[in-house]
Structure formats: C-alpha cells, structure tokens
Nanobody
Framework: QVQLVESGGGFVQPGGSLRLSCVAS????????MGWYRQAPGKQRELVAT???????NYADSVKGRFTISKDGAENTVYLQMNNLNPEDTAVYYC????????????WGQGTQVTVSS
C-alpha cells in the first residue's frame, strides 16, 4: 500500500513560482507513473502532469512551458515546479501514483492548496 504526502502549496502573487513535493512510502517497487492533478473550485479534477517509469512526461496544454515535473534519484519523491503562475492555476493539487505493470493500482495524496491572487 502506497502512501503519499504532498507539501509546498501556499499563497503566491501572479507571476510567482511554487515548488510542490510528494513523498511516496509504503511499497514503491512497482511504480508505473507519478503525477499531479488539480481541482479548482466548482470544477472537476484534471490532469496537470505525469512522469512515467521510463522517463516520459505528459503535461496539460494549459501548463506546458510553465510547469516541470521531475523526480529524485531514489524515485520516491516527485516534484512539480510551477513558474509564471496565474489565477487560473488556483486549485487543490493532488499527488497521484499508479503501480503495477499496467498502472492499475491507483493512490492519491491528501492534496495541497495553491492560491494565486494579487
């Protein structure tokens, strides 16, 4: 059973930057992917970025060129560097891990709030 803990959220002005971290524990030997989703007020949860085991990345069109997903060498921590933030980025950001050969086991963190406002 994988447990995820996010950190790094907060309040930032438009144009600012934040770096989110997610630490995975409790059995991470067969991780298929690690990624980030977000849910804004009144909206459905949406994909932000995904990093697959082989190193391939995938980004939502709305964050391409501004956000960067990465992991440490031990593959137990995933980061989301967010630059040039705008108010539309305001949301609760959730870390996601999929395990198993085909990523069928799905785990979620508790979420961290990101608020972008002047």
């Amino acid at each position: 059973q994988v447990q995820l803990v996010e950190s790094g959220g907060g309040f930032v002005q438009p144009g600012g930057s934040l770096r989110l971290s997610c630490v995975a524990s409790g059995g991470t030997n067969y991780i298929y992917s690690m990624g980030w989703y977000r849910q804004a007020p009144g909206k459905q949860r949406e994909l932000v970025a995904t990093l697959f085991r082989r190193g391939t990345t995938n980004y939502a069109d709305s964050v391409k060129g501004r956000f960067t997903i990465s992991k440490d060498g031990a593959e137990n921590t995933v980061y989301l560097q967010m630059n040039n933030l705008n108010p539309e980025d305001t949301a609760v950001y959730y870390c996601n891990v999929r395990s198993g050969t085909w990523g069928t086991n799905d785990y979620w963190g508790q979420g961290t709030q990101v608020t972008v406002s002047s």
